[in-house]
């Protein structure tokens, strides 16, 4: 039997357990919406669907409460385009914890994420966990891809993982792990990780994350930075990343020539109170080859009048491939505890390069949202993109969400 049909049957054996005296408790929510707007992948002709969010726990379905069930998924209508019923699971495992007090099993159909790399598989996952300061992980499975009419990619295409980490030290984290996929037989992604982070003197947090490709023998990703908090309100950071992009060994991608993208950061963010902040930052990108660029922002959040709140930023970078400057503003009043209304702006100049003059590109949006009961709640969303491509993009969004 697959991954498809121990996922189904775990569905059914909790819900029959459910069903049958035990205490299990089943939590979630519904979320309908329907969406309005241009698909672009369709000769910019307006697509309207109707889509169903469900994502939901059983849990204590067992006497000992170690055995739970999670889910999550969508199922879609589009009226316009000719792209009928379609649907995706996201995730959909039977969660085991604490058999012999040490290890966690997953499952199903799940999200996975190490240091090293992440994936949705149909598979399994254990932990090994109260051995001492370090844990484990292993998991593999099918490796499952979303195109846009639902699951791409043959069945024999596969990923597999292994961890260690550090456990029980509440101030210090680390990870070292490896992970690999499989383009049928043929390795595609082979990548050691490792993350890091620590906490010193209560103000002060160091991380890093790293990926090294074992096939190209290249670091894919680098990432290290510092925060520091003189006091709770005061947040400086700064931060340096690389990406050196890797496709999957099998694809034609491969053999391109890329440059590696490097981008500096440093960013301060103050809490005066709770009506007042202000937030500036620098970073500094590199493209490799001489192509640079500088982009600073400033921000403020204002709630002067208590059921009013206002933030601003502006942004400006001037480099590699032109010049651009733009602000995001948005006003948001909360008329009671049930009712709230927001509004916003986007707008942005920019200059593609020397020979081409201003282009602006403005997005306007009103938003709202009710509270009908404690579980549930309807929301909303209108918005107008006019750009040199759009003289009038108009999309909305209506949701109806149902928690039980």
């Not at 049958?20 to 697509?47: K, Y």
């Not at 966690?104 to 300061?133: E, M, Y």
């Not at 490896?178 to 002060?204: H, M």
């Amino acid at each position: 039997m697959g991954i498809k049909g121990v996922s189904l049957s775990l569905l059914c054996m909790s819900l029959l357990t459910a069903t049958s005296g035990w205490a299990a408790e089943i939590h979630g929510r519904s979320s309908t919406q329907f969406e309005s707007f241009i698909n672009d992948m369709t000769g910019g002709q307006r697509q309207s669907e109707l889509n169903e969010y469900l994502r939901f726990s059983i849990t204590d379905i067992d006497k000992a409460g170690k055995f739970s069930l999670y889910g999550y998924g969508r199922a879609g209508q589009d009226f316009s385009n000719g792209e009928g019923l379609n649907g995706r699971l996201y995730y959909l495992y039977g969660d085991y914890r604490d058999l012999y007090n040490k290890v966690d099993f997953k499952i199903g159909r799940q999200f996975v994420n190490l240091a090293a790399g992440s994936a949705i598989i149909d598979g399994i996952q254990v932990d090994l966990k109260n051995v001492g300061p370090v844990a484990f992980s292993i998991l593999g499975g099918r490796d499952v891809l979303f195109g846009l009419n639902g699951e791409i990619g043959p069945a024999g295409n596969t990923a597999m993982g292994a961890a260690a980490y550090l456990t029980g030290f509440k101030k210090t984290d680390a990870e070292v792990s490896w992970f690999r996929k499989y383009d049928r037989t043929d390795v595609s992604r082979d990548i050691l990780g490792g993350s890091f982070k620590q906490q010193l003197l209560n103000c002060l947090n160091v991380y890093a994350n790293g990926r090294y490709d074992l096939v190209s023998e290249t670091f894919q990703e680098f990432q290290a930075g510092m925060k520091y908090f003189p006091t709770s309100g005061l947040i400086f950071t700064g931060e340096f990343f690389q990406s050196y992009p890797q496709f999957d060994t099998t694809s034609i991608y491969s053999v391109f020539a890329v440059d590696r993208y490097q981008e500096g950061v440093l960013r301060v963010d103050y809490n005066y109170n709770d009506k007042i902040s202000f937030n500036a930052g620098l970073s500094h990108e590199n493209f490799g080859e001489g192509a640079n660029a500088f982009v600073w922002r400033v921000g403020t959040g204002l709630r002067i009048i208590e059921p009013l709140k206002f933030n601003f930023e502006f942004d400006d970078r001037n480099g590699y491939y032109g010049k651009t400057n733009g602000i995001l503003a948005d006003l948001t009043f909360d008329i009671d505890k049930k009712s709230q209304v927001s509004a916003g702006l986007d707008y942005d100049v920019y200059q593609r390069d020397a020979m081409t003059g201003d282009e602006i590109a403005r997005r306007y949006w009103v938003a709202g949202k009710y509270k009908l009961a404690k579980n549930m709640a309807v929301s909303g969303r209108l918005e107008d993109d006019v750009n040199v491509t759009y003289t009038k993009n108009i999309s909305g969004r209506f949701v109806f969400d149902y928690d039980f």
